[in-house]
Every structure is written in structure tokens, then in C-alpha cells.
């Protein structure tokens, strides 16, 4: 669609020339450094000939600069911004580079609300649920707010200020598992990683939080653990570091079930060995935890082959962890598929239960604000929908008779 071409200008200066044909006429655009002419053939790849060449006609009109980005800006502020992890900012990086296309490629100072609203809507015909779209023009708002303020771009007011956003998220519905329905899951979890999974739903720590804790944060003295550490991931594979907020910093008590484990390990190995570990003795990761013994112990619980692809007769071998695990007869099946995520659901629905307020679920589980607790849980508490039904009794017999069947 467009070739390159370079050439010395009369008084020794480089500079690139852009052949391509637009409108039936074969047309050329000569740039003064490799960087612009690059950016240009990228606007090209993610808008489309006729799209580039109007950014062009935009920028030549307004008197042509050297073209900052939506991209490039975008990965530079990312790179210095404050108050993330190394973990967010590799996402957020990600994010540009793999869901910004159609705007990366764009100078920054001629965005405008029709770009982000087209974006928005690509997004929603991709599927993209409301909340995850939500999650992403929250970033792209960000930064362009960064460049309304900063003064060397030159964009008076941030395009996303105004874009309607769905609210009609469906959210992915939170599984809770009463007490029995934990054990009958438990007893299809391979014995390796069964105080793992024990962990998750006893104390209600997040998936990288246990897979983080080390054998010298349980106090034998106190019979709780100290959760001060997390597996991020970052450009070049996972690191350990902080938890996903400040108050995941925190010590939480370990089931009496869990006691034991933790006072051998203490007793024979280094404090700074992972306390939780695979069969093979390294970290529990999730890529290969989830589908090779979450999935298959969910489905065994649920009277489902563990495996589909071995067939509904496969054994495993006496040498294998899943020797002597046999799948739950129809009577006995679970009838839930919960995710892992949905330990940390059921450890607060348990605690709620038990009479704890939501400041204490707050506290165990380590969330940031009370709003995202009440949110998550509030509709637990015990007594809640008693009252409701309460009031509205009140409420209704003022105006109705006792209905009759």
C-alpha cells in the first residue's frame, strides 16, 4: 500500500519519502526523520489509508510538529506513574499495546470524543463485558488527563470525559460453599495440596498471596500467619512483592485444622522456604494448579470424570496422587463448580456466619476500602433480609388484608 524511499536533501540532510496512492492519484509525503515516517506507517496499519492521510491533512494545516502519539505518550506516563506495582504497570503497558488499536497510532492532541466513542463501541462488539470496558477507558482517561495537563501537548480538554458507559454488568455470580460442601471437595483434592486449598478457604487469602508465604511468617506462639508478600507478574516472568493493597499487609489466624502442618514445617525447614508448595516441592502455580488438579477435583466432587480426554474408565496410576481418589457417586455430588477464587468468597460468608461484622471480613481479607466489602458481602449479614421482610410486612398490612390462598 505504501513504499519508502530515502533521499539526501541539496544541502546533506536525510530525509524519508512516503509513496502511496489515496483517491486514485498516486501521492507522496515526505517526512525529516525516520521516527515520523514510522509513526506514520503504524497510524496506517491501525486506522487505515484514508484515516492517516486526514491525521496528516490535520496536522500540515495546523502547521506540522514533530507527531506525539496516543501510544508513545501513553507507555512513557505509564513507565513513570506512582502508586502502582510493577505488576499493574506491566498490565497497563499490555493494555496499550494489545487494546488501544485504532488509537495508539493517532497524535495525541487530535483525539477527540468520536475516537474514544468508536473505540468504546469496537470494544462492545468484541464482547467486552461493561465492567471490563469501564476498567479500560478508566486508563486511556487517565493518561489523556495527564496530557490536558501537561503543557507541552496540546489538548484542551480530555475526550473520554463524556463517553456513556454501560452499567449493565452481569457479574459473574459468587459460588460459597457451606462447611460440608468444603470438605466433600477437599476429599477430591490430591493429599500434596490439600492444606493449600485448606489455606484459601481458611483464611481467606488471596491466590498469590498464599502461594507467597513463606514458612517463617507462621508465629507457633500465636497460631497465625503473617501475609506481607504477593507473586506479581511483570515483563520478564513473576516476581514476589508487596500485597495487591496496603491493608493486605496483615496477620491472619490459621485453622486448628492447619496447625499441624504449619508446626512441622516450621520445625523442619528454612523460614525462607514457600510454606505451601507443589507435589514436586516448588511454587504452586496457577497455570498449571487450575487445570491439573483444580479442575479435576472439582469435577470428581461433581460425580464427572476428572479427565474427559482419558475417558470415563481412565484409573490413575498407584504411583500417581490421584491414586484412590474415586469421582462422587450421583448422591453425593457436589452440584456446584466453584472457582478458586471462590475460597475467598466462602471464608467471608464463614465468618459472617460465625458472627463476624464486616469491618472483621474487611481486616481478614484485606481489602482497601469497606465500600468494596459491604459490596461484596453485605448482603450475608445476618438479620439483613429478616428486617427487610419485617418492614415491608409493617408496610403491606396497612394497605392489604391477609391474603388467602
Known amino acids: 500500500m505504501a513504499s519508502t524511499r530515502q533521499r539526501t536533501r541539496a544541502d546533506g540532510t536525510i530525509a524519508w519519502q512516503v509513496l502511496y496512492r489515496h483517491g486514485g492519484i498516486q501521492r507522496s509525503t515526505t517526512f525529516d526523520t525516520e521516527r515520523e515516517r514510522a509513526q506514520w506507517l503504524r497510524m ?4 487505515g489509508l484514508d484515516a492517516a492521510v486526514q491525521v496528516l491533512e490535520d496536522l500540515e494545516a495546523g502547521g ?12 512513557e506516563a505509564i513507565a513513570v506513574r506512582t502508586g502502582i506495582g510493577e505488576g499493574t504497570r506491566h498490565r497497563y503497558r499490555r493494555e496499550v499495546e494489545r487494546d488501544w488499536k485504532g488509537l495508539a497510532g493517532l497524535p495525541i492532541n487530535l483525539v477527540t470524543a468520536k475516537h474514544v466513542e468508536r473505540w468504546v463501541r469496537d470494544l462492545e462488539l468484541a464482547g467486552a463485558s461493561a465492567k471490563t470496558i469501564r476498567n479500560k477507558h478508566g486508563l486511556l482517561s487517565s493518561v489523556l488527563a495527564r496530557a490536558v495537563a501537561d503543557k507541552s501537548i496540546d ?44 489455606a484459601l478457604f481458611g ?5 498469590g498471596e498464599a502461594t507467597a508465604v513463606q514458612v517463617g511468617d507462621y508465629d507457633p506462639a500465636t497460631r497465625s500467619l503473617r501475609i506481607s508478600r504477593a507473586w506479581k507478574k511483570l515483563d520478564v516472568g513473576w516476581k514476589v512483592g508487596p500485597p495487591k493493597t496496603r491493608r493486605g499487609r496483615r496477620t491472619v489466624g490459621v485453622p486448628e485444622q492447619l496447625v499441624g502442618y504449619c508446626e512441622r514445617a516450621s520445625e523442619s525447614r528454612p523460614p525462607g522456604d514457600l510454606l505451601f508448595t507443589s507435589a ?30 482419558k475417558g470415563a474408565g481412565y484409573r490413575p496410576s498407584p ?5 484412590g481418589i474415586e469421582r462422587a457417586s450421583s448422591g453425593g455430588s457436589l452440584g456446584k463448580f466453584p472457582r478458586i477464587h471462590d475460597a475467598r468468597h466462602s471464608a467471608a460468608s464463614w465468618l459472617i456466619a460465625a458472627g463476624a461484622t464486616l469491618q472483621d471480613v474487611q481486616y481478614t481479607l484485606g ?16 438479620g439483613r433480609r429478616e428486617a427487610v421482610a419485617a418492614a415491608m410486612t409493617v408496610a403491606l398490612g396497612v394497605a392489604l388484608p391477609q391474603i388467602e390462598p
Open 44 to 47: 496506517i496499519d491501525d486506522l
Open 64 to 75: 506540522r510538529a514533530s507527531v506525539v502519539t496516543l501510544g508513545d505518550y501513553a507507555l
Open 155 to 198: 489538548l484542551a480538554a480530555n475526550p473520554c470525559e463524556h463517553t456513556d458507559l454501560r452499567k449493565d454488568d452481569v457479574s459473574v455470580e459468587m459460588t460459597y460453599l457451606t462447611h460440608a460442601e468444603f470438605a466433600a471437595l477437599l476429599a477430591h483434592v490430591p493429599r500434596p495440596y490439600q492444606p493449600f486449598v485448606t
Open 203 to 207: 483464611t481467606g487469602m488471596r491466590y
Open 280 to 309: 514436586q516441592g516448588g511454587r504452586i502455580r496457577h497455570s498449571t494448579f487450575h487445570p491439573d488438579v483444580w479442575v479435576p477435583a472439582v469435577r470428581l466432587a461433581n460425580g464427572l470424570p476428572g479427565w474427559p480426554e
Open 319 to 323: 504411583r500417581s496422587m490421584w491414586h
Open 367 to 382: 481489602h482497601e476500602s469497606i465500600q468494596t466489602t459491604s459490596d461484596r458481602y453485605g448482603h450475608l449479614l445476618p
